[in-house]
């Protein structure tokens, strides 16, 4: 959350500084005899029109060679842990699609859109990182991007209903239905829980549980929710990570697995 924040301040930034060089320019410009011929008064219009166009090619160009540092910074980490790293646009395999359909599984309340994905861990259990756009389908009508740890193992056993474990501060509750009573705790002051089944939520989160959550939020200090459904549990975050911070969504998932029977 803080790079994206910095990132913001940066582009703002440059915005700000961007129009306080053209309104220098323009204060020195503005009476040049030019302005008020017949020729600049035809072609007004094109100019602003092409100015703009080649304004935004070149932000696209410059924010399209930052998304391909990236993909590809991601890609070699993934490649140097022995993970499978998957290009959601060129998979003749299908394992995003796969990924996609297990997610559903996991958490049918909610909607993924997957983009680039790491097979950290398959076999007993599986494990994968992914860069998505999601949603809640019941009351959620803005997509949010993200970056999420999906785990999969038998030790998750087959849920009726999910169970959602919501960091405070991470998203506006209005909405929000099914809230199950945490009692007044540490965990309860940092985290919502919902579910259609109180009595199932409160076995689940249990006291180790809630230790285990309360000491990821301190490496991973902005994970927007944790869903744990049937077979698996997801770890949904906001979008932008150093690769310290996939090897603890990793860590912090498998701890996760560990507090069930």
């Known amino acids: 959350m803080i790079r994206l924040f910095i990132i913001l301040f940066c582009v703002l930034l440059f ?15 503005g009476d ?18 092409i100015s703009v166009i ?11 060679r930052i998304a391909n540092k990236q993909s590809k910074a991601e890609k070699e980490f993934a490649q140097s842990q022995g993970w499978i790293y998957t290009e959601s646009n060129n998979d003749p395999q299908g394992l995003t699609k796969a990924l996609k359909d297990n997610l559903e ?18 076999g007993r259990r599986n494990v994968f990182l992914f ?14 991007h993200g970056f999420a740890c999906l785990i999969e193992s038998d030790r998750f056993g087959s849920m009726g209903s999910p169970v959602d474990i919501i960091g405070l501060g ?36 249990s006291e180790s549980l809630q230790a285990i959550l309360l000491e990821g939020r301190m490496k991973i200090h902005d994970y927007y929710e944790i869903i744990i ?26 701890r996760i697995e560990s507090a069930f029977e």
Not at 171 to 200: C, H, W, Y
Request: glycine content about 6%; some cysteine.
């Open 15 to 29: 915005i700000f500084l961007v129009a306080r060089v053209i309104g220098f320019i323009g204060e020195r410009i």
């Open 32 to 49: 040049l005899p030019i302005w008020k011929t017949q020729a600049w008064t035809t072609l007004r219009i094109p100019v602003i029109v």
């Open 54 to 64: 080649l304004t935004i090619t070149i932000l696209v160009i410059i924010f399209s």
């Open 105 to 122: 599984k996991v958490c049918p309340n909610k909607y993924f859109d997957v983009g680039d994905n790491m097979t950290v861990e398959s």
């Open 131 to 144: 860069r998505c756009y999601f949603k809640d389908r019941e009351w959620d009508h803005k997509r949010r």
């Open 170 to 205: 991470s998203f506006d509750p209005f909405g929000v239905s099914n809230q199950v009573d945490m009692g007044d705790s540490e965990f309860a002051r940092n985290f919502i829980v919902t579910s259609k089944d109180s009595a199932l939520a409160r076995r689940v989160v």
């Open 229 to 254: 459904g049937p077979g698996g549990a997801v770890i949904i975050t906001w979008a932008y990570k150093t690769s310290e911070e996939y090897l603890a969504l990793v860590d912090l998932a498998r």
